[in-house]
């Protein structure tokens, strides 16, 4: 998956207890990694985004590779807070740069689309369907 320098920090858990999203911090390259897992909702993903801002504040990073392989779902309604937001804040914390691996669902493909012409423009964002692809690209910012 990564280098064996990867701490793994927490696993977010949706209400019913089924695992949300794992974070893993990997310091050596300014990385946090958050595996995604499940039929993603709105509120999920803002669920796990201020998971990660959270998690900011003792393990800062400036990279994130948001992999959503496991997923399916319409997560739109969550763009106008990701938007609005969550990308200020994140940007105005540090944050550079997102390497986006997509979910084979259709659906949660577009969704995808639309949040990289969202946030495209105030961060360098790229998306992805395979983890080694997006890495590479990770290195280069």
Do not use: C
Request: net charge negative; no cysteine; proline share 4%.
């Amino acid at each position: 998956m990564f280098n064996i320098d990867a701490v793994q920090l927490v696993t977010l858990s949706d209400s019913y207890g089924a695992p949300l999203a794992d974070y893993y911090f990997l310091p050596d390259e300014d990385l946090l990694y958050i595996r995604w897992h499940g039929h993603l909702t709105g509120a999920a993903v803002i669920q796990g985004a201020q998971k990660a801002g959270q998690l900011r504040e003792q393990y800062p990073y400036s990279k994130v590779l948001n992999d959503k392989r496991d997923t399916a779902g319409d997560w739109s309604d969550a763009l106008p807070w990701l938007q609005y937001e969550w990308l200020p804040a994140a940007v105005a914390a540090g944050l550079r740069a997102m390497a986006y691996i997509l979910s084979p669902d259709l659906h949660a493909q577009v969704v995808s689309h639309e949040f990289v012409e969202a946030v495209g423009h105030h961060l360098n964002v790229e998306l992805f369907t395979a983890e080694a692809e997006a890495q590479r690209w990770l290195q280069t910012q």
